[in-house]
């Protein structure tokens, strides 16, 4: 008997000694977690007995879906969906966090789960959210005066600078989801959607989760799908939002909120798991498994139905694999088909959501914006569209035009009956920007420089650049104008700049020389309805043209000179990008008169063209052409002011024009005739294969050096062809190539890098 005895004994006595350790803190920790054990059971319990009452009772009950977030993963979503009606189950609530939450708001607004796939896979996810503004709606002076740099931070006007927020502006993201859901755009209360909806967010100002109940829908998906760091937060009321995977990545107790008996939850949330080797895509695919792991568990304790597709082998950027993905949602949902169908559950069949347009008709505009300049410019974009019927894509084409502005941000809207609210979050529109330019045969350059912006009836554009490297450089502009779409004003440059100038015999260059100038202009600008810029005006010179190296025979084209100059320049630019362009069409006309100040006879009178085309073949195919020429006519014209012809880069300002099969400046010209033709196609997302081919017909100068070919004009022809490849990265376009003349067997290859500093 003290067999058995003993050991009860034993663990009694060790269970008092024990006790006796604890601290009452201890004591009373342990007592409140029996008591939770306790709780936890009852729930167990309370939930199972519900389920049993619901499966028995012949009322239909209230079934919600729940969608986490999870990338290319939430594709699952739509499988589920289509096994889901494919046994007619109705839904009678759903919640949706991230991805889940687009799929949540389209199945809300009556998409079939076919629609939604077609509509996700047919998106191109590389080009669909790009943050840039349509190239075309920018204003036309800030496109011809503007510099394009590398890296650039903007500043307010009390020199408070502001990092960039995101990668990416969340703009199109936001439209493309408005055009979505523009059949139910109307309905601001979500209880009031064909199948009531929460969205859930992060406020990034508290770290907490947000459900959206009511709203502008749009907005609340893409808070929503705001992955820190990729697009930027969106505020909406005094509150900054990001992506709802950061606190509650599969918002089941939405759905508990809203009363449902019944919910299946899909969980396509990464798991964390250690990986063999980390980069950019799986670091950040590891980061998004740590949030969305951190309140899952608890979420999953209250669904009556999880299903979790076999998606573990894919990553949330995998995006292309959205047919398997897809099917594995399916399956997963299939699987579970018995225990849900165990339920007295409505059964429904869908329709087809129909979103054809309706026309719109605005009466009115409301701004929320505090700038009165910055209101007046915004009205003027919708003053031609007002009590009239537009479409919808019109309002959206108009919404981007706002977006092209330098000042803004951000555009939401409203449309209530007739009145159009608009939302407008501002940016500052001061820029200070660095560059960095490489040509081969020219050099290497340096430039900062900034941008400064006023706009409003009375605006101004002033551009300050310094370039430093191979050759020096300091430039002011100044724009200063009355108008919006219709601008005039007075245009006042200072500038002081160094460049090339070089002499070849054949394909050997013989001589270089740096030509120093000085140069004020002053002159009026008019701009009509955005479609191009007429600048006339004088301007004054001091030039000096100095040998650095080369044959004594070309010493004495070395000068120093005053001269004066009256201009005329047509400008326009309707491209949509200004890197490897493929649609739209851009040109400068110029015509100059001038001479001397001096006893000699210096006069000169010199044309020049520039005209180019983009026209797109495919979504990655496009064709180009350009026509292109100038002369020069007078008395004791300045060697380096001759037309210069070769290389890849074309400054009309210095006569430069590119040629393939040329070096750069290899041909000095007295006027010139050519022509180009070209094909470009996108092989990755801004990586371009481009092919040109380029014929010339010209007149070369009887100057003082001891060579000259005497081509002419109509008589001669000069063909050239070349192929390359380019890439549109952060610090400038970056672009090799590899070209030859008809008449020659020297392949030439060239290289570039970063914007070029005129």
């Not at 029996?34 to 936890?40: A, G, S, T, Y």
Request: aromatic share 12%; with cysteine; proline share 3%.
């Amino acid at each position: 008997m003290f067999r058995y005895l003993f050991p009860f004994l034993f663990l009694i006595s060790t269970t008092i000694l024990l006790g006796k350790d604890l601290s009452p803190e201890d004591k009373e920790i342990e007592k409140l977690q029996q008591q939770i054990k306790l709780l936890q059971q009852k729930i167990v319990t309370l939930e199972n007995k519900k389920i049993d009452r619901i499966k028995k009772q012949k009322k239909s009950p209230s079934v919600a879906l729940v969608l986490s977030g999870g990338g290319a993963k939430g594709f699952a979503h739509i499988g589920v969906l289509k096994a889901l009606e494919k046994n007619h189950i109705k839904i009678d609530s759903i919640t949706g966090s991230s991805m889940g939450a687009i799929v949540a708001a389209l199945y809300s607004a009556g998409y079939t789960p076919d629609q939604i796939e077609k509509i996700l896979s047919n998106i191109n996810w590389e080009k669909s959210f790009e943050d840039n503004p349509n190239r075309e709606d920018m204003p036309l002076e800030q496109k011809a005066l503007s510099k394009d740099y590398g890296l650039s931070l903007r500043y307010d006007g009390d020199f408070n600078f502001s990092l960039p927020k995101s990668l990416r502006n969340s703009q199109r993201a936001y439209l493309y989801l408005k055009k979505l859901l523009w059949n139910v755009d109307s309905i601001h209360d979500f209880n009031k959607l064909p199948i009531p909806l929460r969205i859930v967010a992060t406020n990034l100002d508290t770290g907490k989760a947000t459900t959206f109940d009511h709203g502008d829908l749009a907005k609340a998906v893409t808070a929503s799908m705001a992955i820190p760091t990729i697009f930027d937060p969106v505020k909406i009321g005094n509150h900054y939002y990001v992506d709802g995977l950061v606190s509650r990545n599969f918002p089941v107790q939405d759905a508990v909120n809203l009363g449902a008996d019944v919910i299946i939850g899909v969980d396509v949330g990464t798991t964390v798991k250690p990986k063999s080797d980390y980069n950019i895509i799986s670091t950040m695919d590891q980061i998004l498994a740590i949030q969305s792991a951190h309140s899952t568990p608890e979420q999953r304790k209250l669904t009556t139905i999880l299903i979790t597709p076999d998606v573990g082998k894919y990553k949330s950027t995998d995006l292309s694999e959205y047919k398997a993905i897809t099917k594995e949602g399916e399956l997963a949902a299939d699987k579970k088909m018995k225990e849900i169908l165990q339920f007295p559950i409505q059964t429904t069949k869908s329709e087809k959501v129909e979103t054809v347009s309706k026309s719109i008709t605005i009466n009115n505009i409301i701004i929320n914006n505090k700038n009165n300049n910055h209101k007046y410019i915004i009205k003027s974009v919708f003053e031609n569209y007002l009590h009239k019927p537009i479409t919808l894509s019109t309002l959206q084409n108009l919404i981007l035009k706002l977006y092209s502005f330098s000042f803004i941000d951000k555009v939401y809207y409203v449309l209530d009956k007739n009145t159009l609210h608009l939302d407008i979050q501002e940016a500052p529109s001061n820029i200070v920007g660095i560059g960095f330019n490489y040509q081969t045969n020219y050099g290497t350059t340096f430039s900062i420089g900034t941008d400064i912006n006023r706009a409003g009836k009375y605006g101004s554009i002033s551009t300050i650049e310094g370039t430093f490297g191979d050759y020096l450089g300091l430039e002011l502009n100044n724009f200063f104008y009355y108008g919006v779409s219709n601008k005039i004003g007075i245009l006042f440059d200072l500038k002081y700049y160094e460049s090339p100038f070089l002499l070849y015999d054949k394909k050997k260059k013989i001589s270089q020389f740096k030509n120093d100038t000085y140069m004020t202009k002053i002159g009026l600008l008019t701009q009509y309805n955005n479609m191009f810029l007429l600048s006339y005006g004088i301007s004054m010179s001091y030039s000096k043209l100095n040998q650095e190296i080369g044959r004594k025979s070309t010493e004495d084209l070395c000068y120093s000179k005053s001269y004066g100059n009256v201009f005329l320049n047509l400008t326009w630019d309707k491209t949509n990008t200004n890197v490897y362009p493929t649609s739209g069409t851009k040109g400068n006309i110029q015509y100059n008169w001038g001479g001397n100040l001096g006893q000699d006879n210096l006069n000169f009178s010199t044309p020049a063209y520039l005209m180019e085309g983009y026209f797109p073949i495919t979504d990655n195919l496009s064709i180009n052409s350009s026509i292109f020429g100038a002369s020069i006519n007078g008395d004791d014209v300045l060697a380096d002011k001759y037309i210069k012809l070769g290389g890849s880069k074309t400054n009309i300002n210095e006569r430069t024009f590119a040629f393939d099969g040329y070096y750069f400046q290899q041909k000095l010209l007295k006027s010139l005739m050519g022509t180009s033709f070209g094909i470009q196609y996108e092989i990755l997302d801004n990586l371009f294969l481009f092919g040109k081919w380029n014929i010339a017909t010209f007149d070369e100068p009887k100057v003082n050096y001891d060579f000259y070919d005497n081509n002419k004009i109509w008589k001669n022809y000069h063909q050239g062809y070349g192929v390359g490849i380019g890439y549109s990265s952060i610090i400038g376009p970056v672009e090799f190539s590899l070209s030859k003349t008809n008449s020659g067997d020297e392949i030439l290859a060239q290289f570039s890098i970063g914007y070029s500093f005129d």
